[in-house]
């Protein structure tokens, strides 16, 4: 395994993590300037660096009592050999605990803030990953999503 360095998100530019995203092939095309807005409300930002070369994120927001662990996201490069889509930076398969280690510091910083509850929405494959760190299914939920351009739509129906 490379030697991995984990920073606090302060080691992270918007412009450096721009590029990431588009290394990954992120499905959200954020501005640099929204970035960093995204940047600064976060409760926890860990990442990931190989190399000096940003590999991974992970990032969590909270309001005090409640959390939610919004990234972890990999370059699947380092997702290891048994990944399946290898598209937007899922978690499948981290071979190197890397993820892992980063998703633990964001998960340590907001419980260390007081918060009682975390929550995440996991694709496919990343359910394992979630499971491992010790989320637990909730029975009857089903996560939903809204993008912008949705809600533009539903508010002229309304």
């Given at each position: 395994m490379a030697d991995i360095a984990y920073g606090t998100g302060q080691d992270v530019t918007p412009a450096e993590l721009t590029e990431f995203y588009g290394r990954l092939a992120h499905d959200i095309a954020a501005q640099p300037d929204q970035i960093a807005k995204m940047m600064k409300n976060s409760a926890a930002f860990?990442?990931?660096?190989?190399?000096?070369?940003?590999?991974?994120?992970?990032?969590?927001?909270?309001?005090?009592?409640?959390?939610?662990?919004?990234?972890?996201?990999?370059?699947?490069?380092?997702?290891?050999?048994?990944?399946?889509?290898?598209?937007?930076?899922?978690?499948?398969?981290?071979?190197?605990?890397?993820?892992?280690?980063?998703?633990?510091?964001?998960?340590?910083?907001?419980?260390?803030?007081?918060?009682?509850?975390?929550?995440?929405?996991?694709?496919?494959?990343?359910?394992?990953?979630?499971?491992?760190l010790g989320f637990k299914r909730g029975a009857g939920l089903v996560g939903v999503t809204m993008r912008a351009e949705d809600w533009t739509a539903a508010a002229q129906d309304a």
């Open positions: 860990v990442t990931a660096r190989c190399e000096d070369r940003l590999i991974g994120i992970a990032r969590g927001v909270c309001d005090g009592l409640r959390g939610y662990l919004t990234e972890c996201k990999l370059d699947p490069v380092y997702q290891g050999p048994a990944a399946v889509t290898r598209t937007d930076g899922r978690i499948e398969h981290d071979k190197d605990g890397i993820a892992k280690e980063m998703a633990r510091r964001v998960l340590s910083a907001m419980y260390a803030e007081g918060v009682q509850r975390i929550d995440t929405v996991a694709y496919g494959t990343e359910v394992d990953f979630c499971e491992e």
